[in-house]
């Protein structure tokens, strides 16, 4: 869904791009373009990028969260 998404919604192509340049890794477009994310090293890194990015588009909702291995 990613092609016609940011056809409608360029801000959405924006964000996913601005997240592969500055080296996040495993940028994806979640659904039907609600979500984008990108991985970090570390929590400091997240947390970092997310302030910048609410600052470079301070329309979108943007939070660093932190992910915990399942438990098998």
Do not use: I, N
């Not at 939070?63 to 399942?70: D, H």
């Amino acid at each position: 869904l990613e092609a016609p998404v940011f056809r409608l919604e360029p801000q959405v192509a924006e964000l996913k791009f601005y997240l592969q340049a500055v080296g996040l890794r495993g940028v994806l477009m979640s659904g039907s373009g609600s979500t984008v994310f990108g991985l970090a090293h570390d929590a400091q890194e997240a947390q970092f990028y997310a302030r910048q990015l609410q600052a470079r588009l301070p329309q979108f909702w943007v939070r660093a969260a932190r992910t915990v291995p399942a438990q098998l």
